[in-house]
């Protein structure tokens, strides 16, 4: 199919800001969300089946849920057969479920496990009904009458359906929603800080892979690198784990440490460990922040592989990457830079999007932030819609890979 839209998303998160799902839309080419005609959201639905559901691996999101837009015409449309049901959720306007063929269609896509989401929904005037024909219940959270709104909720969660909070746009709403017993929350908050949470600069394992960091970038030879790793058993253990599973095609199992730095060479070995320096973080920080920044690096990698080679993708990996870790680290990104070396480039692209890769990570952070500037940035980069929407959803497909 010829795509003329932009695949943006939002991450649905539970209380425990884990990432459960994502809301995939299109947005259009003037950078507004596309209209939703039947056409476009039958598209989205067929090209989303055959990027992450395929016929030898399966499901490639593995257990996160998709919610879609849909409209009542497109409720029998074919594609839909080509995602798992129990990981697809559909959402539509409750004024819709009116119409007796609408409703027939809902009850017939609910038989065969799929979910469905209420937007505009009247709250009051939910019955027990509405929870053996929806999933999920759109609900839009108000600090005005919190009283109001948790007799309403407590109907609802009577009624098995579960509650989506939109917009959830601050730490204090996001909080009342959790104790009202919201099943999950689309919205932002994970990029801003939360009040009152403390500085926590690097555990010793961040240290110890920030050492690394800057000997593999002064090219330190190989027993000095392996020295350091000693230090650190469960260090070694997953460099080991990561050696012997990623496909290398060593043909033996790798036992040492000197063998696997030399198998896996200084460029892939410094991608690896700016991963780990975020899965390392101290555990205050929201699992969804980690997604995001592992989305964000991967996303932004694929987009500038073409363009600029393999070598450089790498480091626009790394760039995306460290974008979020201010946040994971909890210190500001300026103590980021003081504490490792990096590139002129990268620099530039972590303080002002700018420099050779600055454009590929300002492109990968629109993705997920719905921003008006999707169309333009990859436009000024040369790349189709079809292009960005692939590498979109493969890097979405390759954090779920790695993750656990």
């Known amino acids: 199919m010829h795509q003329t839209n932009y695949l943006v998303r939002e991450p649905l998160l539970d209380p425990k800001q884990r990432v459960v799902g994502y809301e995939l839309t299109w947005q259009g080419g003037a950078g507004h969300v596309a209209l939703p005609t039947q056409a476009a959201l039958e598209d989205l639905v067929a090209f989303v089946a055959a990027e992450v559901n395929s016929e030898e691996d399966g499901w490639l999101l593995r257990d996160k849920t998709l919610f879609l837009e849909a409209v009542p015409g497109m409720l029998s449309t074919d594609a839909l057969h080509n995602l798992p049901p129990e990981h697809t959720v559909l959402s539509l306007k409750a004024v819709a479920l009116a119409n007796a063929d609408t409703l027939s269609a809902v009850q017939a896509l609910r038989a065969g496990g799929v979910g469905i989401l209420l937007r505009d929904a009247d709250l009051a005037r939910v019955g027990s009904r509405l929870g053996t024909i929806a999933s999920y219940v759109e609900v839009k959270f108000t600090g005005a009458d919190v009283a109001a709104q948790a007799r309403a909720y407590a109907a609802l969660k009577a009624s098995n359906l579960r509650m989506v909070g939109r917009p959830v746009s601050t730490w204090a709403d996001f909080d009342a929603c959790a104790a009202l017993g919201l099943d999950a929350f689309v919205g932002k908050l994970h990029l801003t800080p939360r009040p009152g949470s403390d500085t926590k600069g690097m555990n010793p394992a961040q240290t110890i892979i920030m050492q690394l960091m800057q000997m593999v970038n002064a090219n330190a030879d190989i027993k000095q690198l392996e020295d350091v790793l000693k230090r650190d058993a469960a260090l070694s253990y997953k460099l080991l784990r990561y050696i012997n599973s990623a496909g290398f095609g060593a043909g033996r199992e790798i036992a040492s440490l000197r063998q696997a730095i030399t198998l896996l060479g200084y460029a892939p070995l410094y991608r690896w460990l700016t991963l780990l320096l975020a899965t390392a973080s101290t555990s ?54 003081a504490s490792i070396q990096l590139s002129d480039d990268v620099v530039a692209a972590l303080l002002s999007r700018s420099g050779k890769y600055g454009q590929y990570l300002a492109l990968a952070e629109a993705c997920e932030l719905n921003s008006n500037l999707v169309s333009s940035l990859a436009g000024a980069l040369s790349l189709t819609p079809a292009e960005v929407n692939k590498a979109h959803l493969s890097a979405l497909a390759w954090t779920q890979s790695i993750a656990g």
């Open 284 to 337: 205050g920080y929201s699992p969804v922040l980690l997604e995001t920044a592992v989305v964000r690096g991967r996303l932004a990698e694929l987009l500038g592989v073409k363009a600029l080679g393999k070598a450089d993708a790498e480091n626009i990996f790394v760039a995306g990457m460290f974008s979020l870790l201010d946040r994971l680290l909890g210190i500001p990104m300026e103590e980021v830079l």
